[in-house]
């Protein structure tokens, strides 16, 4: 069957999503066939997103193309899109939810390479599985991923990535689903198209930052700042004077903190990496801010490992400095106790505690 192109805006797509909403939206059943199409989607989508991550209207993107074909998961019915850095498999039955991710997904993409450019020659496709219930995904994990399934599902938002891989389930309220995938989502960029290791609290940092967001008029524009996922845990872990202290964040992996089971310090790392990226980037130190920025274009050329052995190899005991706290001195300052003074300052105001 040929495909066939037509026009239509993003806000027809999902018009009633907001971040602060209820509203619901009805469940379409599936078609049971599938044609095969190619939609094609306004550049104002990626310019609300470029202007939020700070691009001008030159550096948008251009518009792209979306194909559609049958797919099926265990004799789970689904569908099979194909954007121009995207291959998305679902098996959902939210049919507005399902239209809408193909630009969601292509603006999470523009966000991500307005913080880390692309690699020249870098073009596979990132592969996303949506899955519509728990088991599904479960099952999905325990067959592709074998010796590491306990551990990936015992990730209880229900997402992970691995590789070009992001996985994750349907999750109420939408929001929260969109914003797994947004996470997710830069893990599986950086993995793809980077070969420089980073640092988990940077890792991480950067994937929080991409998870707030809000629609206006149908568009997803990205508000690092005002993530309601990340922000009420930190307000809770400042009233319970339980903050991680800024050595132990940077050395820090999640996967330490996940395997202890302890729901409340996971909650803890995860908001501070999420604040402390936010502060890095807009907290106003422009001495902080550019060297935030000099390592993330390091991080695009490779340059980052060299600098944080130099900085292991200068301070008094190399040995037992962590990676995370050598790449953190190398870029951003050597003083971490008035650094930690002043991120935690920023903390409070972040979330009005």
């Known amino acids: ?58 550096d948008r993107g251009p518009e792209f193309e979306v194909s559609e074909q049958p797919w099926s998961y265990r004799q789970a019915s689904g569908i099979h899109l194909t954007t121009d850095h995207f291959e998305l498999f679902t098996t959902i039955h939210d049919a507005e939810l399902r239209d809408y991710l193909p630009g969601f997904l292509e603006a999470c993409f523009q966000q991500y390479s307005a913080l880390l450019p692309l690699p020249a020659g870098s073009e596979r496709r990132l592969k996303t599985y949506l899955f519509a219930t728990q088991r599904q995904w479960m099952n999905f994990t325990r067959e592709r991923f074998p010796s590491r399934s306990d551990l990936l599902t015992s990730v209880q938002v229900g997402g992970y990535a691995s590789g070009d891989l992001c996985v994750t389930r349907y999750i109420q309220p939408r929001t929260y689903t969109l914003s797994v995938i947004a996470h997710e989502g830069l893990h599986q960029y950086f993995g793809t198209h980077f070969e420089q290791r980073l640092p988990a609290w940077l890792n991480e940092g950067l994937a929080t930052y991409c998870e707030g967001f809000d629609v206006r008029a149908g568009r997803p524009v990205f508000s690092p700042k005002n993530n309601t996922f990340r922000r009420n845990p930190l307000r809770q872990t400042l009233a319970a004077n339980a903050l991680l202290p800024l050595s132990e964040l940077l050395a820090t992996s999640p996967g330490k903190v996940i395997v202890q089971s302890q729901s409340r310090l996971t909650r803890a790392y995860y908001a501070q990496a999420w604040a402390l990226v936010v502060f890095l980037q807009h907290g106003g130190n422009e001495r902080f801010t550019s060297g935030f920025r000099q390592m993330l274009d390091d991080v695009a050329t490779g340059q980052l490992g060299q600098r944080a052995r130099a900085a292991r190899i200068s301070s008094g005991s190399p040995t037992r400095l962590s990676f995370g706290e050598a790449v953190f001195r190398a870029y951003i300052t050597e003083d971490l106790a008035a650094f930690e003074q002043q991120y935690r300052n920023y903390m409070t105001e972040l979330v009005g505690f």
């Open 1 to 58: 069957m040929r495909a066939r192109r037509i026009d239509r805006p993003v806000s027809a797509a999902y018009s009633g999503l907001t971040m602060r909403s209820n509203h619901s939206i009805s469940r379409l059943a599936v078609p049971r066939a599938v044609r095969s199409l190619v939609r094609r989607w306004p550049a104002s989508l990626l310019l609300a997103v470029a202007s939020a991550a700070g691009c001008s209207s030159a």
